[in-house]
């Protein structure tokens, strides 16, 4: 069996379990309910193991994983969660919905990927499907702003949530294009060398993931939602400046108990990748900038970046509050 099947059995498993508890973990009102659109595999152990600190804390935290950032971000919307984990920048636009970005979790790091049976270069992939992650996401807006720059237009956009479940798509012959995390990279080319070629992206500054919360909330728990932003970047500086802390901490707290040994062993690897672009300050008002960059030019936020103001989008009274705490990197 290789080492991508086990894997994506135990991600398989994780995902139902957590699916049949959702409804359960959202109907709860006192704790600080995080509604997490993607599954729990070793890409987020990071943010399990600072999760885990907040609780130390005195923050009670109940995380649902649901199958979509989409469903994620309603479920903040529609007060069956506090806080949200994904870039809700084209709902805070187009429905003006009361929520805010309060942190930036992570910057895009992805690889546009293709079949070389099929494809070759980005000029094939006119009039051909894809794969993104979810509507909205920083996966669609990549791959959006490339068929820009390119010239080209998708016949389709499948909507297929998690790296892994893109990845082995891509390896069964399921899909023949579609864009993979750092992850699904070493995976591929372990799994089928020569099989798939990755597409030249050059230079992209954004927000993969975020934090975000309804403004009701972040102004009536503004210190548990310190603490959590304070839990997770210490964890980040942490993981940065040693990216073996990420094993260790998953062995602290015991998370992800159902992990394969291979899934184990891809944690320090993943890290030692994922570590350059892990916001150390929790983004603030230059990653919101870069944002309206990103997502003006890829068609996820419409008008002029310039003309568009951090205050619609983004709440960072708790995230300033930590870094005059714990300094800013």
């Known amino acids: 069996m290789s080492i991508f099947v086990r894997r994506l059995r135990a991600s398989a498993v994780a995902a139902a379990l957590c699916l049949s508890t959702a409804i359960p973990g959202l109907a709860m009102a006192d704790p600080m309910r995080i509604a997490f659109g993607d599954i729990a595999t070793v890409e987020s152990v990071h943010l399990l193991a600072a999760f885990e600190r907040a609780r130390e804390k005195g923050v009670d935290i109940k995380i649902t994983f649901l199958k979509s950032e989409d469903i994620a971000a309603q479920a903040v919307v529609g007060g069956q969660a506090d806080i949200g984990v994904g870039g809700p920048y084209a709902l805070l636009q187009k429905v003006k919905a009361p929520i805010r970005i309060f942190m930036q979790l992570s910057r895009l790091q992805f690889y546009p990927v293709v079949n070389t049976e099929f494809y070759k270069e980005w000029k094939d992939l006119d009039g051909q499907e894809i794969a993104v992650h979810s509507r909205g996401s920083g996966t669609e ?47 591929l080319e372990k799994e089928a060398p020569g099989k798939f070629a990755f597409l030249p992206l050059g230079e992209v500054s954004a927000t993969d993931e975020a934090l975000f919360a309804n403004t009701d909330y972040l102004s009536k728990n503004q210190k548990d939602v310190e603490i959590l932003i304070e839990s997770i970047l210490t964890t980040w500086r942490e993981v ?13 707290y015991k998370l992800l108990p159902d992990a394969t040994p291979d899934m184990i062993a891809d944690i320090q690897p993943y890290f030692e990748e994922a570590a350059a672009v892990l916001p150390l300050n929790g983004g603030g008002e230059d990653a919101a900038r870069d944002d309206f960059d990103f997502y003006t030019i890829s068609g996820a936020l419409e ?23 714990i300094g800013n990197k």
Do not use: C, H
């Open 240 to 252: 940065q400046a040693d990216p073996k802390a990420a094993a260790a901490l998953r062995d602290q």
């Open 303 to 325: 008008g002029k970046p310039e003309e568009l103001k951090v205050e619609d989008f983004w709440d960072l009274t708790a995230l300033n509050a930590v870094l005059e705490k």
């Open 141 to 187: 807006a990549i791959m959006q702003l490339m068929a820009d720059k390119n010239d080209i237009a998708y016949s389709n956009i499948s909507y297929v949530p998690g790296a892994e479940v893109r990845t082995g798509a891509l390896l069964q012959g399921n899909v023949k294009a579609t864009i993979v995390d750092s992850s699904g990279k070493r995976i």
